[in-house]
């Protein structure tokens, strides 16, 4: 039962179930679904760090962990879900965590954004063992050896249009342990590039011609007054897809100012909190809530009064130190980390309420485990709310 619990799970958790050694890159067309799940509620972090210091520490944290945060972020960006592969052996639910972070960093490096599960591509990998033992010569050894396969799939199809495989090596004083290691040869190889980029142009052919199917999606979503996984449908179609993505500006103004309508006393509240956490710090985060406003609401009002009374306590000596334009990419990319927590609470919420379904023929041996959405959201955490 547990093999297939991730594949029903993710078929919800996209929003479209609503109803180092390489070798050759190859296409394939095979065919490869959950429910329940942890709901993502990530935890606000207050800081006491001056914006300089705050600053450094991110960009640090940014550099180790080796993820493009703006491009996660980005609504520009193709959007894939990673994948994660099975909870089983020596691959714990805290190494899945390890090779989502991995795959994140593969991801955001070739431009993807992603990993709340809004976007029925999925950016996957399934590990094999290949060898499995312990050195004979004191201080003993665990020795792991894996095969790794990683696929281009689209979730509603099971169709592979893509997949490239290697292999990895660890050692340690455990197996967990040894895998970890191994784990962290998972890297942004030529032929995972290579990979990512030869499946294109069939990801841009499945929007061109699902524009009905999406739209379905999309009122059905609005129908139910869950605007935020309606936004999150929308938010997963490529701009290079460009009739679909025509379609999609006809309806995101629409459902994005009903988004933000649903959420105004509660993004009202919250801008209140940035200002009392702020003090006279500039917060991008006060921006962003103010962002989140309907325009021409009495929440807009009131939040453009506080925002306005704000600012002015603000140190102007350390405001200049921002100039306008790095403050307007800061308010933007909190903003945009803003929606996404909305967007992956969405698909928690319709993945939890939707029917299972049980399909993906021999590649759903290759998944499993009902922690997705813990690790994803885990992962999620510790990417957009660094400090």
Not at 63 to 72: K, R
Not at 106 to 126: C, D, R
Request: net charge positive; charged share 20%.
């Amino acid at each position: 039962m547990k093999r297939v619990i991730l594949f029903i799970f993710i078929c919800s958790l996209v929003g479209m179930a609503y109803g180092s050694n390489q070798r050759t890159v190859h296409s394939a067309s095979t065919p490869v679904t959950t429910s329940g799940g942890v709901k993502f509620a990530p935890q606000k972090r207050v800081s006491s760090l001056t914006n300089e210091e705050r600053e450094r520490a991110i960009a640090q944290k940014r550099s180790e962990m080796g993820v493009d945060v703006a491009t996660l972020v980005s609504p520009r960006s193709l959007r894939m879900t990673i994948l994660p592969p099975a909870i089983q052996g020596d691959i714990t639910e805290n190494i899945c965590e390890q090779i989502i972070m991995q795959m994140l960093c593969i991801a955001s490096s070739n431009g993807i954004a992603g990993i709340n599960g809004s976007s029925p591509i999925a950016f996957a990998a399934s590990l094999h063992p290949a060898e499995r033992y312990v050195t004979g010569s004191a201080p003993q050894r665990m020795i792991v050896k894996y095969n790794v396969t990683y696929y281009v799939l689209n979730m509603q199809t099971w169709d592979v249009y893509a997949t490239t495989s290697s292999t990895i090596q660890g050692a340690g004083e455990s197996f967990e342990q040894a895998t970890s290691n191994a784990v962290f040869e998972i890297k942004n190889t030529p032929a995972l590039q290579q990979m990512l980029a030869q499946s294109e142009k069939q990801i841009i052919s499945w929007f061109e011609n699902n524009i009905q199917h999406l739209t379905n999606q999309v009122n059905q979503a609005c129908g139910r007054n869950d605007y935020a996984a309606a936004l999150a449908i929308l938010n997963s179609v490529p701009e290079q897809a460009t009739k679909c993505y025509a379609w999609v500006s006809t309806r995101i103004n629409g459902v994005s100012n009903s988004f933000k309508k649903q959420l105004a006393h509660k993004e009202l509240s919250a801008l209140k909190n940035a200002i009392t956490a702020a003090r006279a710090e500039y917060s991008p985060e006060v921006a962003a809530h103010l962002a989140m406003l309907p325009a021409g609401s009495p929440e807009a009002a009131e939040g453009a009064r506080l925002y306005n009374a704000y600012m002015k306590q603000v140190d102007t000596e350390r405001l200049r130190q921002i100039s306008a334009e790095e403050r307007r990419r800061q308010e933007e990319l909190e903003m945009q980390k803003l929606q996404m927590q909305y967007e992956a609470e969405a698909t928690a919420k319709a993945a939890q309420a939707s029917n299972q379904t049980n399909s993906g023929g021999k590649l759903r041996s290759f998944f499993a485990g009902a922690s997705v959405f813990s690790m994803i959201s885990n992962v999620l955490a510790r990417c957009l709310f660094i400090i």
